[in-house]
């Protein structure tokens, strides 16, 4: 059964089986808000009933942070709970 997942170009679908367990680790930290809550819903929706999506996410009391934008020059989106 595919879901109404497609490609975000736009070009051809990407059938997708409902999933238990749906996951981003870090993708979150390089886009704003509006962005991160539909890649959350469409995660959401790509789960199966009661299955779960995992977001991982750097949070904003990260101790590396003034390292990772002043030396490396790797600006992230920090959040919190709040966000």
Do not use: C, F
């Amino acid at each position: 059964m595919a879901t109404r997942s497609t490609s975000r170009t736009g070009r051809q679908p990407l059938p997708l089986v409902p999933q238990d367990l749906v996951y981003s680790l870090d993708l979150v930290d390089y886009l704003d808000d509006e962005i991160a809550v539909k890649l959350l819903d469409w995660n959401l929706y790509d789960a199966k009933a009661g299955g779960r999506a995992i977001i991982g996410a750097m949070h904003a009391s990260n101790p590396s942070r003034a390292v990772m934008d002043h030396l490396l020059d790797w600006r992230l989106i920090h959040r919190d709970e709040t966000r």
